[in-house]
């Protein structure tokens, strides 16, 4: 059964089930193994630790925000290849968000309060994205993860050398989140305008500075 096959209630508590669980519960995940399992958890001073963590609840955050945004889109994709690409997106997004809150919990911090802020205001922009069209959707969608790429790169720069687990989640995700950004490419995302990019970046910045200590 596809997504218009269903009524505007089943779509409503499907939506706030994922939603719930996303903010709260246990995501599905693609059972893939926490990135750095393996790795010793060194000894890091009480700063490292908790910026490490303060690090961490950013990125599960951005998580958040990156789930609904999927969510947002595949409710709203025209075509049926363009709904199943974001959905399989949103599913390994989801495996993000265990590995952040693994790495959270390990360093004894705690995730974002305004998790549910952040998730409202990105599936409104996911759908609304959707609604201008496939092409303006994926294009939304590779910008999106070309910034999540920076802020990941920024945290690697000023996460301490001797974190390795979290580094090794980090450095994953931005795998992941490349190869989101090429699909998105590939399937015809178009460049956004420039003024849409800079707006982007501002709302990103509230989210990850207030996030940081929230």
């Not at 947002?72 to 952040?100: F, S, Y």
């Not at 952040?118 to 294009?139: C, V």
């Given at each position: 059964?596809?997504?218009?096959?269903?009524?505007?209630?089943?779509?409503?508590?499907?939506?706030?089930?994922?939603?719930?669980?996303?903010?709260?519960?246990?995501?599905?995940?693609?059972?893939?193994?926490?990135?750095?399992?393996?790795?010793?958890?060194?000894?890091?001073?009480?700063?490292?630790?908790?910026?490490?963590?303060?690090?961490?609840?950013?990125?599960?955050?951005?998580e958040v925000s990156a789930?609904?945004?999927?969510?947002?889109?595949?409710?709203?994709?025209?075509?049926?290849?363009?709904?199943?690409?974001?959905?399989?997106?949103?599913?390994?997004?989801?495996?993000?968000?265990?590995?952040?809150?693994?790495?959270?919990?390990?360093?004894?911090?705690?995730?974002?309060?305004?998790?549910?802020?952040?998730?409202?205001?990105?599936?409104?922009?996911?759908?609304?994205?959707?609604?201008?069209?496939?092409?303006?959707?994926?294009?939304?969608?590779?910008?999106?993860?070309?910034?999540?790429?920076?802020?990941l790169d920024e945290h690697?720069?000023?996460?301490?050398?001797?974190?390795?687990?979290?580094?090794?989640?980090?450095?994953?995700?931005?795998?992941?989140?490349?190869?989101?950004?090429?699909?998105?490419?590939?399937?015809?995302?178009?460049?956004?305008?420039?003024?849409?990019?800079?707006?982007?970046?501002?709302?990103?910045?509230?989210?990850?500075?207030?996030s940081h200590w929230l």
């Amino acid at each position: 059964m596809t997504t218009r096959q269903f009524t505007t209630i089943d779509l409503i508590i499907i939506e706030a089930n994922k939603a719930l669980t996303t903010i709260w519960g246990v995501p599905e995940s693609t059972s893939r193994p926490i990135p750095g399992a393996e790795l010793a958890e060194h000894d890091l001073s009480v700063a490292e630790r908790r910026h490490s963590a303060a690090l961490m609840r950013i990125n599960d955050a951005g998580e958040v925000s990156a789930q609904a945004l999927y969510q947002g889109q595949a409710l709203t994709a025209k075509l049926p290849d363009v709904r199943q690409a974001m959905e399989q997106a949103a599913l390994e997004e989801n495996d993000h968000l265990i590995w952040c809150q693994s790495r959270i919990e390990a360093l004894g911090g705690r995730r974002s309060l305004l998790n549910p802020v952040w998730y409202a205001g990105s599936f409104a922009l996911g759908a609304l994205a959707g609604k201008f069209g496939d092409r303006w959707s994926l294009g939304f969608v590779a910008e999106t993860e070309k910034q999540v790429i920076e802020h990941l790169d920024e945290h690697l720069a000023s996460m301490s050398e001797q974190d390795l687990k979290s580094r090794a989640v980090l450095e994953k995700m931005k795998q992941d989140e490349a190869h989101h950004g090429s699909q998105a490419i590939a399937a015809g995302g178009a460049p956004l305008p420039a003024p849409v990019k800079t707006l982007m970046g501002l709302m990103s910045k509230v989210m990850t500075r207030t996030s940081h200590w929230l």
